[in-house]
């Protein structure tokens, strides 16, 4: 990798596993990137190739400067998955807080206001129906690219 991450010596022989010194390492495979904690130190991409399991996603939709990071990071778990996966904003804050540990992370106030940037924006549509019992339900579509809406799914 020209230009890119070089091993070194220290770090080849650096323990590995979660955390300390080679965590970093692991995870590139042996390459070692140059840090420091300097405000505005250069950040570096490594990339790997995924067969499985993985999400496609303009660059427009993942760059979107009208999103915060919060709501582009909602929308990227939605759309990674499968298309009859079903969830709502409690849902998410729970499941974040569950899986991280965190009783405080995005509480519900974060996750809904995440919810309407991206019904702002045109990535999140909500369709109000009347079901067989008369009762009003709601179903939120969520799109890959900023859309209006167009009748009963956003298309």
């Known amino acids: 990798m020209p230009g890119g991450p070089q091993p070194d010596e220290q770090h080849a022989k650096a323990p590995r596993g979660r955390g300390g010194?080679?965590?970093?390492d692991n995870l590139l495979g042996g390459w070692r990137l140059a840090h420091d904690?300097?405000?505005g130190a250069t950040v570096r991409i490594v990339r790997h190739k995924h067969e499985t399991d993985f999400l496609i996603l303009p660059n427009a939709t993942a760059r979107d400067q009208k999103l915060s990071y919060l709501a582009r990071g909602i929308l990227v778990e939605i759309l990674s998955r499968p298309d009859n996966w079903e969830t709502t904003a409690d849902r998410l804050m729970d499941q974040a807080r569950l899986h991280r540990g965190d009783k405080?992370?995005?509480?519900?106030?974060?996750?809904?206001?995440?919810?309407?940037?991206?019904?702002?924006c045109g990535y999140m549509h909500r369709?109000?129906?009347?079901n067989g019992k008369g009762r009003f339900t709601t179903t939120v579509w969520v799109t890959d690219v900023p859309t209006e809406y167009r009748g009963a799914r956003a298309a």
């Open 37 to 39: 904690d300097t405000p």
């Open 127 to 130: 369709v109000k129906t009347r």
């Open 104 to 120: 405080r992370g995005e509480g519900r106030r974060a996750i809904r206001a995440a919810f309407a940037e991206l019904e702002t």
């Open 21 to 24: 010194p080679g965590a970093l």
